[in-house]
T-cell receptor
Framework: EDQVTQSPEALRLQEGESSSLNCSYT??????LFWYRQDPGKGPEFLFT???AGEEKEKERLKATLTKKESFLHITAPKPEDSATYLC????????FGAGTRLFVKA | NAGVTQTPKFQVLKTGQSMTLQCAQD?????MSWYRQDPGMGLRLIHY???????DQGEVPNGYNVSRSTTEDFPLRLLSAAPSQTSVYFC???????????FGSGTRLTVV
């Protein structure tokens, strides 16, 4: 059965303390791995799509990477405004979302 | 560009009432979907559409109906509301099947 698991559930960082969020997936015939950011009370906002193992994409302090079993969202020198829930989703025959990682960045 | 617009933002229903959640997009996207988001769970697909006149069931379709008469609009109907349908509902659209979604701002529904 297709499955997407995100870890940790919550992550507390100090401003400037780099870290990574993990997204493990079990999907037959991966057709895309997606990362979204969701702020409280709002809809998810699209960040990246990765299509094949070894692919990387960057946007400001965020970099997403992909292997055959997992994806990482690396956050370099985070700021308080990076605090949000980060969702990943994997698309095989259908799109499966993980439950998300809540990131808190303290000034 | 407005993107994906959902109305209402908040709604309280009594058990057994019916209502329609509205969704409209102005990006000419063929693919539209309805998701529900519950605490501790990933977004779950309710219904989706790959174009005007074409709809299909997702993971949790029971108790909900959809129709797609135009490219722009994709309303979600709750037939007889139940407390288990208390959730946050998101409408989303995308230009192609393997592209990322653009989400609306959500409707927070409470059924009492």
């Amino acid at each position: 059965e297709d499955q997407v698991t995100q870890s940790p559930e919550a992550l507390r960082l100090q401003e400037g303390e780099s870290s990574s969020l993990n997204c493990s997936y079990t999907v037959s015939g991966l057709r895309g791995l997606f990362w979204y950011r969701q702020d409280p009370g709002k809809g998810p906002e699209f960040l990246f799509t990765l299509y094949s193992a070894g692919e990387e994409k960057e946007k400001e302090r965020l970099k997403a990477t992909l292997t055959k079993k997992e994806s990482f969202l690396h956050i370099t020198a985070p700021k308080p405004e990076d605090s949000a829930t980060y969702l990943c989703a994997a698309r095989g025959f259908k799109t499966i979302f993980g439950a998300g990682t809540r990131l808190f960045v303290k000034a | 560009n407005a993107g994906v617009t959902q109305t209402p933002k908040f709604q309280v229903l009594k058990t057994g009432q019916s209502m329609t959640l509205q969704c409209a997009q102005d990006m000419n996207h063929e693919y539209m979907s309805w998701y529900r988001q519950d605490p501790g769970m990933g977004l779950r697909l309710i219904h989706y559409s790959v174009g005007a006149g074409i709809t299909d069931q997702g993971e949790v379709p029971n108790g909900y109906n959809v129709s797609r008469s135009t490219t722009e609009d994709f309303p979600l109907r709750l037939l007889s509301a139940a407390p288990s349908q208390t959730s946050v509902y998101f409408c989303a659209s995308r230009v192609q099947e393997n592209y990322g979604y653009t989400f609306g701002s959500g409707t927070r529904l409470t059924v009492v």
